[in-house]
């Protein structure tokens, strides 16, 4: 499993944690005040990467760490939307 720059998208947000999806189906807990760097804010959607670090207690699985942001979820939204478009446009072409 690789610990370091993993890439997934914010999943869910609370006040003071939340949780990001990877590898298509796994979820991983964060929280905000130490997961995200300085300046940057969770956002649902959003294309992050991280780390993952020691839970700070022992008995619990491994957290997201050290996130950054790659893309915000309006891009994000905007470039779903036009992968979506092009596949439209690209049905029935050979």
Do not use: C
Request: charged letters at 20%; zero cysteines.
């Amino acid at each position: 499993m690789q610990l370091k720059n993993v890439r997934g998208h914010v999943l869910r947000v609370l006040p003071t944690f939340g949780f990001i999806k990877y590898d298509n189906d796994k979820t991983v807990f964060f929280h905000i005040e130490t997961g995200y760097l300085s300046g940057f804010h969770p956002e649902v959607g959003q294309l992050v990467a991280f780390d993952f670090g020691p839970a700070p207690d022992p008995s619990k699985p491994a957290v997201a760490v050290n996130i950054r942001v790659i893309k915000s979820a309006k891009a994000v939204q905007e470039e779903n939307a036009i992968w979506k478009a092009v596949k439209t446009l690209n049905v029935g072409v050979k």
